[in-house]
């Protein structure tokens, strides 16, 4: 494999939450490696560590001493751009979907801007929660046979795995040819810029990172705190307004202009809603063209 399709592989994560049996946490190891990834994330596995994890990594053992074991799954996330969650079923609502095929090439394309990606991977008795799943940008899926839809989870990771080194090595060797291709017809190039890529599969030059899921974690309350204190949304009845709301932005990915921006708009209706904002402050807001920005977000930096 190349250098380059082996730095992709390496801003993926693979995150397995409250797995059961060791034995699968040994196999997706075994295919984790074979495929090239070597990232792999517990959250509060039920046997660990176990003998059985070591027999089943059949030779991947060097993976097993660069595990993370966390508690919480938001743990797990905390500095990834992009979370895919695994699901075969219909959720409470419809959600960003794609097939393993594509939802790798997508993924391919992100880790080569140097954006950490997280694929969530549920129980072996019942996969992610509805409130799991709510944290990934998009959920993924993978196209078995509808009459015998049965794959345990290690065997699930090998084929996501599987993929994603074929995108990866796909891209890697477009690069290749489009870098031979400059370099032939003695082009020069600008300074590369930051890709964002849309939903439509197309991408576009963009000039500031995308926030990462920890960043997003207290973006959410925030905004759901705001809806509460102008009583558009009621704490105790929610409905599905707030997952609504994870779903929109998760499907837009903010960058961290838009970040600061939009919990700027939310401090600002917080204060007016308390009568604590006064007119002259807006002497002292910067512009859009400011670099600088507050990292709490609660200021009107933009």
């Known amino acids: 494999m190349s250098t380059q399709a082996t730095d992709l592989l390496d801003h993926i994560r693979i995150?397995?939450?409250?797995?059961?049996?060791p034995a699968n946490i040994g196999a997706a190891l075994r295919a984790m490696k074979t495929m090239g990834l070597k990232h792999l994330v517990l959250v509060a596995p039920k046997h660990y560590p176990h003998p059985d994890i070591d027999a089943l990594s059949a030779g991947a053992s060097d993976l097993i001493e660069h595990i993370r074991v966390v508690e919480r799954i938001e743990d797990a996330l905390a500095d990834c751009h992009v979370v895919f969650g695994t699901s075969a079923?219909?959720?409470?609502?419809?959600?960003?979907?794609?097939?393993?095929?594509?939802?790798?090439?997508?993924i391919a394309n992100a880790t080569e801007k140097n954006q950490q990606v997280a694929i969530l991977f549920g129980r072996e008795d019942r996969g992610l929660t509805n409130e799991e799943l709510a944290l990934a940008n998009y959920h993924l899926t993978i196209p078995v046979n509808p009459e015998y839809a049965v794959l345990n989870v290690a065997q699930a990771i090998q084929v996501v795995c599987y993929e994603l080194r074929m995108a990866c090595l796909q891209h890697s060797e477009a690069e290749s040819q489009n870098h031979a291709l400059e370099k032939n017809d003695a082009v020069v190039t600008a300074e590369k810029v930051e890709a964002m890529q849309l939903v439509q599969g197309q991408s576009m030059q963009w000039d500031e990172p995308l926030v990462t899921q920890d960043q997003m974690q207290q973006f959410y309350p925030h905004f759901e705190q705001t809806l509460a204190d102008i009583e558009f949304l009621d704490p105790e009845n929610p409905r599905l307004l707030p997952l609504r709301l994870r779903r929109l932005f998760g499907r837009i990915q903010l960058d961290r202009m838009e970040y600061h921006l939009l919990r700027g708009v939310f401090s600002r209706v917080q204060a007016l809603r308390k009568g604590t904002w006064q007119p002259q402050d807006s002497k002292t807001a910067?512009?859009?063209?400011?670099?600088?920005?507050?990292?709490?977000?609660?200021?009107?930096d933009v």
């Open 15 to 21: 995150v397995m939450v409250n797995t059961t049996l």
């Open 89 to 106: 079923r219909s959720r409470t609502i419809p959600w960003p979907i794609l097939d393993v095929r594509p939802a790798s090439l997508e």
């Open 286 to 300: 910067t512009t859009p063209n400011d670099e600088k920005q507050n990292t709490q977000g609660d200021q009107t």
